[in-house]
């Protein structure tokens, strides 16, 4: 099992930087498959960025590509969203999600119904 907690939310005007953690306790979590989501008021969650395990490999959605970067520093078993240029539509409860599924396909990271294990979330404010 894992254990996952979010860190680095806040309030910042669009155009801005922040960084959200990602600390796992429990086994390493580079052998999970790990994911980032955001869940807007009145919104489904969606799926923002995935990095595959073991390696470094990342990949986003479309909306946030070239502006956000997903990394991992293993030692301190903890994932990090970078996120430059925040649009105001970027205001959401940002999770972090780990799946124990074996290297699974891309298309499994954009769904929810993957990750086992979920993080509380952190509020992210982006204002116009």
């Known amino acids: 099992q894992v254990q996952l907690v979010e860190s680095g939310g806040g309030m910042v005007q669009a155009g801005g930087s922040l960084r959200l953690s990602c600390a796992a306790s429990g086994r390493t979590f580079t052998t999970y498959a790990m994911g980032w989501f955001r869940q807007a008021p009145g919104k489904e969650r969606e799926f923002v960025g995935g990095l595959k395990q073991r390696g470094n490999s990342t990949f986003y959605v479309d909306s946030v590509k070239g502006r956000f970067t997903i990394s991992r520093d293993n030692a301190k078993n903890t994932m990090y969203l970078q996120m430059n240029r925040l649009k105001p539509e970027g205001t959401a409860v940002y999770y972090c999600?780990?799946?124990?599924?074996?290297?699974?396909?891309?298309?499994?990271?954009?769904?929810?119904?993957?990750?086992?294990?979920w993080g509380q979330g952190t509020q992210v404010t982006v204002s116009s």
């Open positions: 999600a780990a799946s124990s599924l074996l290297y699974p396909a891309i298309s499994y990271y954009y769904t929810s119904r993957t990750y086992g294990y």
